[in-house]
């Protein structure tokens, strides 16, 4: 495969607390190429979140060096790495975290905003998006009034609008059911198919199952990582 | 991030909240409404002082008679006659600050003319006199130098006294009798209007001093030898007043034979100081109101305060979100301190409306005289603006200060 999108070396973080450290990550070394669409796995505690967290330039690591597309963000100050998580990188969360009253489609402008898109693109970008994964009709829709599927689907929408070449999914189907999860995989794997590199963290093996690489993680250290014969979502759907 | 979609999220964060929102305004409306009635008012007192020292002439000093000691027992002011024409005329020779002084009898009583009669009041003076007010002879002329010293029985009157007596005719060269004795009236003096008392200047009729002297005081105790009322002295334009107030005690004290030790027979008075005076009252109305502007900026100002605060906490994982999706420090910064400040100028826009309300409706009711300014209407909106920045800051500083992680993962 190409050049490595994502390489990290004795990526390394502990939490202080008072007199008490603990270990989340313990020294992880490994890269992951462009178009990639690999799922993060291992028992609840041991480090995924915390991995995902470092990959996604929302914390800093206690040790060890973070290279994506090239650029060593380990060394970045708060302000660069909010323009890194702006430019290159989507989040989806576990609980979606859209803004509360407001539409589905200023949820969805919302990166754009922080990205110095002049203001008459932003809606049609958004809405674009929203079109591309089929919830044109619920544009003006708020969070609420929408289902947990739909929601995710918009923060979905959120995290491809400033055309990312990564997206970091933390749990996605986490608070779905098993139908809405192979949905929400399905999109995930047209997207993959698309271009873009996804990292997925999931504790179930159904939905690990659509990856293509499979990492293991046990006590902030990786046990296992194996390449994996995708099963293809739209068709279990 | 720009200014108009920053502005929109404020908004939207405090519609959200409304009545939060409106509680939080309560203070800088209240402030702001304060601030502009206080000006209005302190400009309506200082513009109503000004308008009267320019109605009565500027560089107005009077002269009164004073107590005269005498075994220990003192009158009060005008109790004995102290002063003299000659003082007058002294004053106006001696001293280089003074433009004119002019003595000045008063008397009161029936004027008939005709079959026509009115009550008024006369002044026995010198052609100083119109000098001194700034008051011009309309119609006719002003007195000769003739006619003051040989009691000519000539009068200047008034306009209340021309339309009362005469009506729309033109009076000049018509008898007017005061006290019996028969005044050619030889001109009509210029409208003035009502003083600092509310009296009507121009219910009035001049005659020279010697006249009234002679012919129309006779029995009054003021009228004896060259004794008057009062002097009033109009000092020259850019002169020290005080300089000017100095100089003629000195120069009284000793036309007067005062020993070093012995008290003024005399009151020396500054007319803009009496009109002052009168300001320092609505002035004690303007420091009220300046207290409670500030306890209410101040109480509001906390207040906008402690609802941000609240605001940020409630919102940290909004802030992380943004944060994620490639907000920067200082967009979270401007995003909670426009939000403060919007706050604050709603409250000020709404205080400034309740403040001119309130200024109009003092006036209408209480009689009092405002003036709405511009300028304070400007500095109660900077004023409140201000107030948002520098208690919108803390929160807002906060707010930029959260890691990302931490505020997203924030329960
Ligand atoms: N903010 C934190 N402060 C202290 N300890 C933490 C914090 N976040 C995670 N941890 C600890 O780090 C370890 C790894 O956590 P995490 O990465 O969330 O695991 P996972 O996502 O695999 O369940 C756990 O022992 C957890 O208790
Ligand atoms: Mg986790």
């Keep these: 495969m190409s050049e490595a999108l994502i390489r990290v070396e004795g990526l390394t973080k502990d939490y202080v607390m008072g007199s008490n450290v603990v270990a989340a990550l313990r020294g992880v070394t490994l890269s992951i190429a462009a178009g990639e669409f690999v799922a993060v796995m291992g028992p609840s505690g041991s480090g995924k979140s915390t991995f995902m967290n470092l990959l996604g330039c929302l914390d800093h690591p206690s040790a060890g060096r973070y290279w994506l597309g090239g650029q060593e963000v380990s060394a970045l100050s708060g302000d660069e790495l909010a323009a890194v998580r702006n430019r290159k990188l989507g989040f989806v969360f576990q609980h979606f975290n859209l803004l509360a009253r407001t539409s589905a489609l200023d949820n969805v402008a919302l990166p754009l905003l922080y990205g110095n898109v002049p203001a008459a693109e932003r809606h049609p970008r958004a809405a674009r998006r929203l079109t591309q994964i089929g919830l044109a009709e619920r544009m003006d829709h708020h969070p609420a009034q929408l289902s947990g599927g739909q929601q995710q689907r918009v923060a979905i929408a959120r995290a491809l609008v400033n055309d990312p070449q990564l997206v970091l999914a933390d749990e996605p189907t986490g608070a779905l059911d098993s139908r809405t999860s192979v949905e929400i995989m399905a999109l995930l794997q047209q997207l993959n198919r698309e271009g873009i590199t996804i990292v997925l963290v999931t504790h179930e093996h159904d939905v690990a199952d659509f990856a293509g690489r499979i990492i293991s993680f046990r006590d902030g250290q990786v046990i296992e990582d194996r390449p994996n014969a995708a099963k293809d979502a739209a068709a279990a759907l | ?411």
């Design chain 2, 1 to 411: 991030m720009n200014f108009a979609a920053t502005l929109r999220i404020a908004l939207l964060a405090l519609r959200i909240n409304k009545l939060r929102s409106a509680l939080t305004m309560l203070g800088i409306i209240i402030g702001v409404a304060a601030v502009i009635v206080m000006i209005a008012v302190g400009n309506g007192a200082q513009a109503r002082v000004e308008d009267q020292i320019k109605s009565l002439g500027s560089n107005i000093i009077m002269v009164l008679s004073g107590s005269m000691t005498s075994g220990g027992a003192r009158g009060g002011s005008g109790s004995q006659p102290t002063i003299t024409e000659d003082d007058a005329y002294a004053l106006n020779r001696e001293i280089d600050e003074i433009q004119a002084a002019a003595p000045s009898l008063r008397g009161s009583g029936q004027v008939v003319a005709g079959n026509a009669n009115w009550s008024t009041v006369f002044y026995g003076t010198s052609p100083e006199y119109l000098q001194v007010r700034d008051w011009a002879v309309i119609e006719g002329r002003g007195f000769e130098q003739a006619e003051i010293n040989g009691a000519g029985k000539v009068a200047l009157i008034g306009q209340t006294v021309a339309l009362n007596l005469f009506g729309e005719a033109n009076p000049v060269d018509q008898v007017v009798r005061v006290n019996k004795v028969p005044l050619t009236i030889v001109g009509v003096l210029d409208r003035k209007g009502q003083n600092m008392m509310g009296q009507d200047q121009d219910d009035i009729i001049l005659m020279p001093i010697s006249t009234a002297r002679k012919r129309v005081l006779g029995s009054s105790r003021y009228a004896a030898g060259r004794n008057v009322g009062s002097i009033m002295v109009k000092t020259k334009d850019g002169a020290n007043m005080a300089e000017a107030e100095a100089r003629m005690r000195e120069l009284l004290r000793q036309r007067h034979r005062l020993q070093s030790g012995q008290d003024d027979d005399f009151y020396v008075r500054n007319l803009s100081e009496i009109l002052q005076a009168q300001e320092a009252s609505s002035k004690v109305m303007s420091l009220l109101l300046a207290a409670v502007a500030s306890v209410s900026l101040l109480v509001g100002g906390i207040g906008i305060m402690n609802i941000m605060l609240v605001s940020v906490t409630e919102r940290t994982r909004e802030i992380g979100l943004r944060m994620a999706v490639g907000a920067r420090a200082r967009d979270i910064l401007t995003q909670f301190l426009v939000e403060a400040v919007t706050l604050s100028l709603i409250g000020g826009a709404i205080g400034i409306l309740l403040g001119v309300g309130g200024a109009t409706a003092i006036a209408e009711f209480a009689g009092w005289r405002t003036e709405l300014s511009g300028g304070s209407i400007v500095l109660a909106a900077g004023f409140a603006g201000a107030i948002g920045i520098f208690f919108g800051y803390y929160p807002a500083r906060k707010a930029s200060r959260l890691l990302p992680i931490e505020a997203l993962r924030y329960e």
